[in-house]
């Protein structure tokens, strides 16, 4: 599976928008997901000049859906690193 291939897979055609950063079917994570694509030929421009992007994800259940790239939620590894706040 090559996630950044420039050619949206067929699978994607029937993706749903996903309104929270899951399966909107099943409620399981994207990190379940059986097919990631992502769509890094169009990004889009959020107000503060960020890009963000289609994700699309083929669930375990069957289903296919997408969301921004903004809207995933922060990963627990980002601060592991990080000192706590005082």
Same mark, same amino acid.
């Given at each position: 599976?090559?996630? %950044?291939?420039? %050619?949206?897979?067929?699978?994607?055609?029937?993706?749903?928008?996903?309104?929270? %950063?899951?399966?909107?079917?099943?409620?399981?994570?994207?990190?379940?997901?059986? !097919?990631?694509?992502?769509? #890094?030929?169009?990004?889009?421009?959020?107000?503060? =000049? !960020?890009?963000?992007?289609?994700?699309? =994800?083929?669930?375990?259940?069957?289903?296919?859906?997408?969301?921004?790239?903004? &809207? !995933?939620?922060?990963?627990?590894?980002?601060? #592991?690193? #990080?000192?706590? &706040?005082?």
């Amino acid at each position: 599976m090559d996630a %950044f291939t420039p %050619f949206p897979p067929p699978w994607t055609k029937s993706a749903t928008h996903a309104l929270e %950063f899951c399966c909107p079917t099943c409620h399981a994570s994207s990190m379940e997901a059986q !097919r990631v694509w992502i769509n #890094r030929q169009s990004p889009v421009l959020t107000e503060d =000049y !960020r890009k963000k992007w289609q994700e699309f =994800y083929q669930c375990q259940c069957g289903k296919v859906w997408w969301a921004w790239s903004s &809207d !995933r939620p922060p990963s627990e590894l980002t601060n #592991r690193d #990080r000192p706590p &706040d005082l």
